[in-house]
Every structure is written in C-alpha cells, then in structure tokens.
C-alpha cells in the first residue's frame, strides 16, 4: 500500500510562487511514476505534470509549461511541484498521483494511488 500527503498549499496573490510537496509511504515508491493533478470548482480533474521513476521523462500541461516544474527526491520519497507566475486560473485543490506510466497519467488513466489534495488560491 502506497499513501501520498501533500503539503505546501495557501493563498498567494498573481505571479507569487508556491512550492507543493508529496510525501510517499509506501514500498517501491522509486518504481512509481508520479503526477500532480488538480481539480478546481465545478470542473472535472485534469493532469498538471508528471515525473518518470527515474527523473527521465516529465510531461506538462499547456497551461503550465515554463511555469511550473515537477520534480523528485527517490532518497526522501518526496515529490515536489514548483509552481511560479500563478494566475487566478490555476486556483484548485492539487492532488499528488502515483502510477506506472506518466504517458497514461497524461491521458487521465493508470493512477493507482491518490493524495487526499492541497488547496492553492490565487488572488488577482
């Protein structure tokens, strides 16, 4: 069994930075390839980034390409999402993924394990 807690949410004003992190229990978790997702009012859950198990690969949303960098530490089980330039459009509760592939996760399918979220306001 695999547990994510993120942390690192809050409320910023447009073009502040905020940093989220992933805490993984859990065996295997440098098996796993890892995502963030995020959910705001009223709309469905979308992929915002995601990390290969071994720091290969990464995957973007439009939206947040060149803003936001995904990132892990296999040593510390953690999974960081560095997000800078945030607009009052990415507002949502942000949740971290495990899966097994990060071109499914992309996709909206293959995530095993979810985090419980985090809440990031962005005011204007």
């Known amino acids: 069994q695999v547990q994510l807690v993120e942390s690192g949410g809050g409320l910023v004003q447009a073009g502040e930075s905020l940093r989220l992190s992933c805490a993984v229990s859990?065996?295997?978790?440098?098996?796993?390839?890892m995502g963030w997702f995020r959910q705001a009012p009223g709309k469905e859950r979308q992929f915002v980034a995601g990390?290969?198990?071994?720091?290969?690969?990464?995957a973007y949303t439009d939206s947040v390409k060149g803003r936001f960098t995904v990132s892990r530490d296999n040593a510390k089980n953690a999974v960081y999402l560095q997000m800078n330039g945030l607009r009052p459009e990415d507002t949502a509760v942000y949740y971290c993924?495990?899966?097994?592939?990060?071109?499914?996760?992309?996709?909206?399918?293959?995530?095993?394990?979810w985090g419980q979220g985090t809440l990031v306001t962005v005011s204007s």
């Open positions: 859990g065996r295997a978790f440098s098996t796993y390839a």
């Open positions: 993924a495990a899966g097994n592939r990060i071109q499914d996760m992309s996709r909206g399918y293959g995530v095993d394990y």
């Open positions: 990390i290969s198990w071994n720091r290969v690969s990464t």
